[in-house]
Structure formats: C-alpha cells, structure tokens
C-alpha cells in the first residue's frame, strides 16, 4: 500500500542519486515531431499516447528535454531584470515541462511494465537526473533572486510557492557559501555512494541468509507448494535434494507461521536477524555507521543540530522532538498490549505442554492459532465476495458517488500501455468531466511489487492541465474465465489507493508544485487511509461484497468476524513498527558525533530507552537490513506511518462524532483537505477540519490499545 511520489526534481532524488559530474555531451535531440514524448499529447486531458509511445523515444525525449530545461535555467539565473515573481519563481515553476512529462511516464513504465532496456535507460540516467537537479537547486544566483523578493507582498499560492522554493532550495543547500557548498556535494556523493554499497551488500547478505534443511520432515507445516518451492530452490542454486528457505526483507518471516518444527523456526529467525552482521561480505554496519556520521556533518554544515532536524523542516511534524514525543505515547500502551499477546500465547504453549518461554520465532505461530481460535476466520470463506471489478463499480466507484458525488464513465477508445489496463473518465459532483483514470490490477514479472498511485499529468489551473492518474495493483489474473477473487486486505488496499486518487482528483491549484499528493511524507498517506474506512461502511460493504456465482449479499457473521479479527495482535504489529521508527529518529537525531556506538550497540541503548527493547517482540527492521534509512529514502522518515495514521484517526473519529460518512461531512473533508493540496498551511487545515490539533488518543482507541470512551 505504497503511495510512489514521482516528483523528479525533490531533494530525495537529491540525496539518493549519485552526483555525477557528467561530460555527456548533448545528443541529437532527435525529430521532436515524431517523438510522442517531447510534445503534449493531443488526447484528453493530455492523456499519454501510448499507442505512439516506443522505447526508443526516451533517450531522445530525456537528451532533448534536458538541454531545453539547461537552456531555461540559464536563462532565469541570468536575467538582467531585476527579480519577480513571474520572472524567477514562476519561470522555474514551468521550466522543464518537457522533462516532466517524459519521466512521469517513463517512472510508471518503469515501475509498472518495465523491460530490460528500460532498465538500462533507467540506469544511465539516474546519475544524469541527480545532477541535473543539483544545477537548478545549488545556482546560488537563483536562490538570490529567490530570496530577493519580498515575500510578504505575494498572496495565496503564488506566496506558497516562492516560500516553498526558498526552504527547497535552503535545504539542498543552495545558500551556502562555495566552499561549504563544495563540501556538501562532496558529503552528498559519498552517502549516494555508501547507500548503493550498502544495497548491494544487503542483497548478498541476504541472499547468504538462505537457510537450507535436509529433510522434508523439517518443514512440517509449510504446504506441498511451499515444499516443492524450497526443493526448486535448493536444486536451483546447486543443491539438490536439499531444502531451500529465502529471506524477505522484514525481521519476521512468512514460513514461522505454519512451521511445525521448533529448530526450523529458530534458523530461520536467527538467520533474518544476523544477516548483514556476519562480518564476511554482506555486513552493512561499518556501512551505515559511516552513513549516520557523514549525515551529521551534512545537517551541522547546514546549521542544523542533527540530521532529523534538517530532514523534517518541511514535514508536518517539523521537529523530531514532535514525531518522537507521538511514538513515546504510543509506545508504551503498545508494549503493553503485546506482553498481554505475549501472555496469551505464552498460555497456549503451555496448554499443549511445550514446556519452553516464547521466543520472537514462535510468535506468528502460535498467534496464528490462537487467531482461529478466536475469530474463527478462514480466508477462503470471504474470496468468494469479493470478485475485483464488482468492488470496484459497485465499491470504491459506489462509495465515491455516495460521499462525494463523483461518477465514472468506461472509455475504450484510450490508448493503453498494456491490454489488461483499463480506462475511466470522472465526472465531478455538477456533472463535469475532471479527469481521466486508469487502474492497472493483475500481477506481471515485469512490474514491481506492493500497489500505488502516480499522477500521468499534474493538476493546474496555470497550465490548463486536469488530472491523469494510475493506480497499479498486483493482484492474481483470473484465468480460464475464472473471477478474479480478492482477499479483505486487497479490497481494503482499492480503497487505499483510490484515497489517493481522490487527493489527486479534488486537486484545484495554480501551480503543480502545490498540487494533489504534493505534500509531506507525512501527510500523504492520511487521506487514503481515510478512503479504507469506507470499504466496510454497512451501506457501501453490502453493494459490493456479492457472492460471485449467487450474487448473494456476504452474511453478517462473516462481516463481525473481519471487524473482530481487525484488531488481533495489534500489540505486536504496533510495536514492532514503532521500534523501527525509533531506531530511525535515534540514528539520526544524534548532535555530537561521540554520542554514535557500534550498530548493535546503538540499537539497543536507543529501544531501551524509549521501553521498546522487548525481547519476543523484536523490531521490524534490525539496524544492519534497515533498507528504507539506508538504501532508500525514509531516513528520518519512517515515523510518517504512524503520523499519518495518528491524522487518519482523529479526522475518522470526527466523522464518526458527525454522521458518519455523509455528502456533506465529505464535502467538507473535500474542502479543507482533498482539494488543497500543498497550497497552505496543513496544520491549520486539518485544524480547521477537525476543531482541534491532531491528538493521540483517537490512535489509541481505534487501534485498540485503549477502550473506547
Ligand atoms: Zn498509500
């Protein structure tokens, strides 16, 4: 349940990529006529043509695109005119349009129906971008024009875009003087360096982690596929007649749920935790010790306390002390609430005379059991109801017309990327047309994991441009005409990613910028987890949730036991979690660099500290495979889901305290939160919303931590 932001010239492309100091030379831009990319497409709403659109058109697009946004910034660095908003701020607002439209589409190729030769495209400019993005944000002659104008005379969006690029380019840096800023490009190319090292060790680490079993009797419990699967496995890497379990990239793995076999539980566990950690050629630490080292230098050369500091200026929680006071309060009925779990599991190993204390392997197993044995809930019970395109009509698309008025219209005659992908126009509330959709559902080999959302085209009224947007899931393809049958927690992501798609829809800016899901990580996910609770509404639940063959209504007990089993080992899921995102703020919140230990060290001094080093509950992320925070772009960041879940559950249980999920109290949610995008304070406009600050309490009874009042 990913939202992908794919915003090219963000400070996280900044700090990701390699700078690189590239002599490419300018490519023949190729015929711009012929090439559907370098112009705007003649479709509605500039929707792609995808019917035109050739791998061989992106080299081309991206050479051409970049040499014109060269020129353009150039061109605004240099002007001999004295600084203004159309001429500075607005000029690097709509530069580089070209360039955006070409790697929008290119990102959802990418991520969505890739191929090895966009692969290799992907590659070769990854470095190019990241420079080219360096050029605009660190031009100290535009910061200064920037800075020259006075802020306090611009109004509504054009004064939130002038403050927004100030802090955007602040925070890459661009104020700094030439030696600072020499040493900053510096301190940026080795940290892209360390975290593309740190990736690729983890890959080996985990991959070394591997575990193998002799016999099949070890892997009691795991089903005939999942059997057959780890003898594959074994064979494949050279070791047949052997057993072969892989490692995902969380703490906890998939197979500790139904394996009989005590040991097996235990090697398996044991091999997730040490992975990267064996001092042989998958050890990240010495790694990211660097890494925590490197960030600090590079928040102190920017003034800043701590790496956190500078991360979380243009974030809702603004401070770390602010995202880290959230976790502390939730913390600690979490913990709670899982040695309760812990107990209770504890009881069920005793009542089949195991005669050993629960361990962090044994936890998904016996909690699965006394799942069933609780809610009684069999997943093969609830498919049936749920066939894909019924919850989308007579679901999401049925909520959206109940809480907002929306209406949708198939369109066939748009050109598509891949046949499974289907096309929609919106229609808004007064009956005119706003945006084009596409949804994107079955599983390929060649499109990444997890479900998300990304706009084609951008929201602006500046630019004439309506909405285009995609929302890309991974589920099964139905074959021999059989129905695609979902489970609960699928449903459950449509709705997600439909959330986001409404942010999207609603968006009414000026300026792309500012528009749609353009705003902090920490506030991105809230209102799509705020579409989730309407796939269990009574009203909506009972339009969509139709038994496939019978077209049968899904029966009440089936529906109480899906609430119930909702909040089942809540303890354990939130701390887990919570531990992770401590373990990110602590890394990075370190001020005096003496204060760093060894990893294992840090780890463990920094969850005693917050009551999170709870032994059978281990973190969801162990230091060394901390992919987000090392590899990727979450450092400092990983709080956000709790954020936004906190947001999500106040502004739920105001709509509980007003009616529920009614027109007007979604209009309402339309007017101060889906429909604004970035264009002002969030805060206040959840405030606004709401009637009060985000609170805790609302996370804690919804989530089940605390009774309700
Ligand atoms: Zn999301």
Not at 458 to 464: A, G, I
Not at 661 to 689: H, K, P, W
């Amino acid at each position: 349940m990913k939202h992908l932001s794919i915003k090219l010239f963000s400070l996280m492309s900044l700090s990701l990529l390699t700078a690189c100091k590239n002599g490419q030379e300018p490519a023949a831009a190729g015929n711009t006529s012929q090439n559907p990319l370098m112009q705007k497409s003649d479709l509605q709403y500039q929707a792609p043509r995808f019917d035109l659109i050739k791998d061989e058109h992106f080299k081309p697009a991206f050479d051409y695109a970049l040499k014109k946004h060269d020129e353009e910034i150039e061109k605004i660095a240099n002007n001999a005119e004295a600084p203004t908003f159309q001429n500075t701020v607005l000029a690097i607002e709509t530069s580089g349009e070209d360039l955006a439209r070409a790697t929008m589409i290119f990102s959802n190729m990418t991520a969505a129906n890739t191929n090895p030769t966009l692969q290799k495209i992907e590659e070769q400019y990854a470095p190019i971008f990241s420079a080219h993005s360096d050029k605009l944000y660190l031009n100290s002659k535009i910061y200064q024009r920037i800075k020259a104008l006075d802020v306090a005379k611009l109004q509504g969006e054009d004064k939130k875009l002038t403050e927004y690029y100030l802090q955007q380019f602040e925070m890459a840096g661009a104020n700094l003087d030439d030696a600072a800023k020499e040493k900053m490009k510096k301190l940026n190319e080795q940290l892209a360096t360390l975290s593309t090292q740190y990736n690729n060790k983890l890959l080996v680490a985990r991959k070394n982690a591997t575990v193998y079993f002799d016999s099949e009797a070890e892997l009691e419990g795991l089903s005939k596929a999942e059997i057959e699967a780890a003898k594959a496995k074994a064979k494949e890497e050279g070791k047949a007649g052997k057993f072969a379990i892989g490692i995902i990239n969380t703490t906890q793995q998939p197979p500790l749920m139904t394996l009989k076999n005590r040991a097996s539980r235990e090697k398996i566990f044991t091999a997730s935790w040490k992975r990267a950690e064996k001092g042989d050629e998958g050890d990240t630490r010495s790694i990211l010790e660097q890494m925590a080292q490197l960030r600090l230098e590079k928040a102190q050369l920017m003034g800043k306390k701590s790496f956190a500091e500078w991360k979380l200026q243009d974030q809702m929680a603004k401070t770390p002390e602010a995202a880290m006071h959230l976790l502390a309060e939730i913390a600690t009925p979490a913990v709670q609430r899982a040695k309760e779990e812990a107990k209770d599991i504890q009881r069920l190993i005793d009542a089949q005379k195991g005669g050993f204390k629960l361990e962090p392997w044994d936890w998904d197993f016996y909690a699965e059991q006394v799942r069933k044995a609780k809610y009684d809930l069999d997943e093969s019970q609830i498919r049936p109801y749920f066939e894909v395109s019924t919850v989308l009509e007579k679901g999401v698309f049925f909520a959206a017309q109940q809480m907002y008025g929306i209406s949708f219209k198939v369109r066939q005659d748009l050109p598509l990327y891949h046949p499974d992908v289907v096309a929609y126009e919106v229609f808004d509330r007064d009956g005119k047309s706003m945006a084009i959709y596409y949804l994107d559902f079955y599983t390929r080999d060649n499109k990444n994991g997890g479900a998300w959302m990304n706009n084609l085209v951008n929201q602006s009224h500046y630019l004439k441009q309506k909405p285009v947007i995609i929302n890309v899931f991974n589920f099964a393809k139905p074959v021999d005409g059989n129905p695609s049958l979902i489970s609960f927690d699928d449903v459950t992501t449509m709705f997600h990613e439909f959330g986001h798609t409404l942010h999207g829809l609603f968006a009414n800016q000026q300026y792309t910028s500012l528009s749609g899901t353009s705003v902090p990580r920490d506030y991105v996910e809230f209102p799509s987890q705020i579409n989730e609770h309407a796939a269990l509404d009574p009203i909506v639940l009972k339009n969509y949730a139709l038994h496939y063959k019978t077209k049968e209504v899904i029966p009440q007990a089936l529906i109480d036991k899906i609430t119930k089993a909702a909040s089942f080992n809540q303890g354990y899921t939130i701390t887990e979690l919570l531990a992770a995102a401590t373990l990110d703020m602590a890394w990075h919140s370190v001020s005096n660099k003496d204060d760093f230990k060894p990893a294992n060290d840090f780890e463990q001094a920094a969850l005693t500290q917050y009551g999170l080093w709870v032994k059978e509950v281990p973190t969801r992320y162990h230091t060394p495979y901390f992919a987000h925070i090392w590899g990727g772009g979450y450092s400092a960041g990983y709080y956000a889901y709790t954020w936004s879940k906190t947001l999500d559950y106040n502004v739920y249980d105001w709509f509980k305290a007003n009616g529920g999920m009614t027109r007007a109290n979604c209009d309402r949610f339309r007017q101060y939160i889906l429909s604004v995008g970035n264009s002002v304070d969030l805060n206040m406009a959840f405030e606004e919303m709401i009637g009060h600050k985000m609170e805790v309490a609302p996370y804690l009874t919804n989530a089940g931590l605390k009774a309700n009042k």
